[in-house]
């Protein structure tokens, strides 16, 4: 067999893709939802929006915004630095050599850095197929999972009073069982626009309900009452 060298292992490569650093939402409870109300109430009174190798590994690697990676030959430099096990570089090596000694086409020699103005050789790694196979469906699964346990409820500002209880029942109901819930509010087409008063029972009875359930806001609410306004919740776990 082979030598391999410079393979990067399972529990490293997971770390890489499920504990990057990620932006911290500020606490849930930060956010005054009775002070933005009142303010966007009476604005409405007033006047009544590092790189991609293109392939298996798009998902793990890299965002569509960012430039094609490259692999193997089409790297296209003579020499190339590799990230070792411990996450620090090896001196530089020619591809051709470390070509020959991979396991091929188990695995695959993946360009990280772009390419430079300087003579510095680009930053790579050897990843094995099987194991960003892996880690695609354990990411899909994950992003599965998030997908499912967010909610969306659509009232109307001039919702019916029953039909309004019921549709509050629903949104502590997803909160009890842990669920983010999506609550958008929002005007119907063709149909009158709602009044001050309207408005604020509407919100009031949503806001109040999200209490009851001992949930708060996971981020600031989006939009303007009377028109369309989106209030996210969760329950404190």
Not at 100 to 119: A, G, H
């Amino acid at each position: 067999m082979k030598h391999i060298r410079g393979l990067v292992s399972t529990t490293q490569v997971l770390r890489w893709i499920f504990l990057a650093p990620q932006t911290i939402p500020r606490a849930q409870c930060a956010y005054p939802i009775h002070n933005q109300i009142s303010l966007q109430l009476r604005t409405f009174n007033s006047s009544c929006a590092h790189f991609r190798y293109r392939g298996p590994s798009s998902a793990a690697f890299g965002s569509p915004d960012m430039p094609e990676q490259l692999k193997d030959e089409a790297i296209g430099t003579q020499y190339i630095r590799l990230v070792n096990e411990d996450g620090s570089l090896d001196p530089p090596e020619r591809l051709t050599n470390i070509l020959r000694s991979i396991e091929r086409p188990e695995n695959f020699v993946l360009q990280l850095s772009p390419k430079s103005r300087t003579d510095e050789p680009p930053v790579c790694k050897i990843v094995n197929r099987a194991l960003l196979r892996d880690m695609e469906r354990a990411s899909a699964k994950a992003a599965r999972a998030t997908k499912a346990s967010v909610k969306q409820m659509e009232l109307n500002w001039a919702i019916d009073n029953n039909d309004l209880t019921y549709r509050l029942k629903q949104i502590t109901t997803f909160l009890d069982k842990g669920a983010k819930v999506e609550i958008t509010l929002m005007r119907k087409k063709h149909k009158r626009p709602p009044t001050v008063e309207e408005v604020k029972s509407v919100i009031d009875k949503v806001l109040q309900t999200v209490k009851d359930a001992g949930a708060l806001q996971t981020k600031p609410m989006e939009g303007e009452p009377g028109k369309r306004l989106t209030i996210v919740v969760k329950k404190n776990a």
